[in-house]
Every structure is written in C-alpha cells, then in structure tokens.
Nanobody
Framework: QVQLVETGGGLVQAGGSLRLSCTAS????????MGWFRQAPGKERDIVAT????????YYADSVKGRFTISRDNAKNTVYLQMNSLKPEDTAVYYC????????????????WGQGTQVIVSS
C-alpha cells in the first residue's frame, strides 16, 4: 500500500506563496508520474499539475499556469508544488497523487491519493 503524506498547507494572504510537499512511501516512486489535485468547497476535485517520472514533462491546469511549479526529488521520494501569486480562488484542499492520468472528457484519475492539505488564501 502506497502512502502519500502532504505537508505545507496553511493560511496565506492573496499574492503570497506556499510550497506543498508530498513524500511517498513507495520504493518505485522514481519511476512513477506524480500529480496534485485540488477540491474547493462545493466543487469537484480538479487536476492542478502533473510531472513525469524523471521531471522531464509537466502539465498545468490553465488556472495555475505561470503561478504554480511542480517539481520532484526522486532521491527523497518527494514531489513539490510551489504556489506563487496565490488568489482567493486557489483556496482548496490539495491532494498529492501517484499515477495521475487523463481519462478523457476533461477528467483525470490517479492510482493513489494522499489525505489532503488545506490551503486558504485570504483576500
């Protein structure tokens, strides 16, 4: 069973920055794509960003392009999400995932999910 543990959430003012971290228990982490999703209150869970196993290919939702950066350190089994220029609409629970994939129709799924970390952006 893969365990994903997220840290780094919290309360920040609009325009500020946060960095989320996610450490995976799986030894195969270095060969697995990783991603971040988020779920805002009353909304469906949406993809935020993904990164290939070697960090060579990334994907970002349009809403976060230019503001968020996903990266990984395979030696530490850790994936990061650097969030800059935060907006109140970025308020959500952020989930780290292993094996994210686009299943069509604008939908994304993943094999394993962390417990989530809350990000609140005040205006």
């Amino acid at each position: 069973q893969v365990q994903l543990v997220e840290t780094g959430g919290g309360l920040v003012q609009a325009g500020g920055s946060l960095r989320l971290s996610c450490t995976a228990s799986e030894r195969a982490f270095s060969s697995t794509p990783m991603g971040w999703f988020r779920q805002a209150p009353g909304k469906e869970r949406d993809i935020v960003a993904t990164i290939a196993w070697n960090g060579g290919l990334t994907y970002y939702a349009d809403s976060v392009k230019g503001r968020f950066t996903i990266s990984r350190d395979n030696a530490k089994n850790t994936v990061y999400l650097q969030m800059n220029s935060l907006k109140p609409e970025d308020t959500a629970v952020y989930y780290c995932t292993e094996g994210p994939r686009n299943v069509g129709g604008g939908r994304w799924e993943a094999d394993y999910w962390g417990q989530g970390t809350q990000v609140i952006v005040s205006s």
